[in-house]
């Protein structure tokens, strides 16, 4: 009975887990909030309607995002990744800094969660793809 010893595990495919983790909290928090400040006490709820949880969550998703798709598209080359994702990280950069006042607080929650819906797609692509291609250990890294 052979034994697997298992792979390392890369920059590439960290940055995908990550980004996917922050662009659904990002996606939860728009969604839940709003439910909860009506079914709920308003008083310790306010906080995550402050901007700084908004700051925190695109400095999260940001870097990892690019972090995810700069290493995986140099290595599969996916036009699909990189269009999601570029789109997505516009979307969501916009909702955060222009959209709440062109479309209102309705509006710019429902920007962030198609940016978050689009993120989510280009990480799960990137990572699918990654890892059919053999470079699931950091695609790009010597072996």
Do not use: K, Y
Request: aromatic fraction near 4%; charge should be negative; glycine fraction near 8%.
């Amino acid at each position: 009975m052979a034994i697997e010893v298992p792979q390392r595990i890369g920059a590439r495919s960290i940055a995908d887990a990550i980004g996917i983790t922050g662009s659904t909290l990002c996606a939860l928090h728009c969604l839940i909030v709003p439910i909860t400040l009506v079914l709920g006490p308003i008083a310790p709820l306010m906080a995550f309607e402050d901007e700084s949880v908004h700051r925190a969550l695109v400095w999260l998703v940001l870097p990892t995002a690019i972090i995810a798709f700069a290493t995986g598209c140099a290595q599969h080359r996916d036009r699909r990744v990189a269009f999601l994702g570029a789109t997505g990280l516009a979307l969501l950069l916009s909702s955060f800094t222009l959209l709440h006042d062109l479309l209102g607080e309705n509006g710019e929650r429902i920007a962030a969660l198609a940016a978050a819906a689009l993120l989510i797609s280009a990480h799960v692509r990137n990572s699918r793809l990654c890892r059919a291609s053999d470079c699931d250990d950091g695609c790009g890294d010597e072996r």
